[in-house]
């Protein structure tokens, strides 16, 4: 299913960029990279996407705006490179009108 594998990837750098913003000791690289991870595993188990270029269901919504997460915040991680057939579909989802408008010019710290 789209939806629970693309809120999986948010809810998983979430986690992330929050232990990242430990300025103390208490900050884990270890839960970072657990969790870094189980995003890839999650890129892998995503299964193939819809037409881009039609109808896009909540699923596929979910799946673009989390690759467009990891693309903003986790640029080290290449997802387009373990999966080229999702970085096609999102090449041709951020083309869209409503994904092209609603994407931040940088990163916000």
């Given at each position: 299913n789209h939806h629970a594998i693309g809120y999986a990837i948010m809810t998983l750098a979430v986690a992330i960029m929050t232990e990242r913003?430990?300025?103390?000791?208490?900050?884990?690289?270890?839960?970072?990279?657990?969790?870094?991870?189980?995003i890839r595993r999650c890129l892998s188990a995503i299964p193939a996407v819809s037409d881009p270029h039609g109808h896009l269901n909540f699923g596929d919504i979910t799946t673009a705006c989390a690759l467009a997460y990891l693309d903003?915040?986790?640029?080290d991680l290449k997802w387009r490179?373990?999966?080229?057939?999702?970085?096609?579909?999102?090449?041709?989802?951020e083309n869209r009108p409503a994904f092209r408008q609603?994407?931040?010019a940088e990163p916000v710290s």
């Open positions: 913003r430990h300025t103390d000791a208490a900050s884990s690289p270890e839960f970072i990279e657990r969790n870094i991870q189980k903003f915040r986790f640029a490179a373990i999966r080229p057939d999702l970085n096609a579909w999102q090449a041709t989802i609603t994407t931040p």
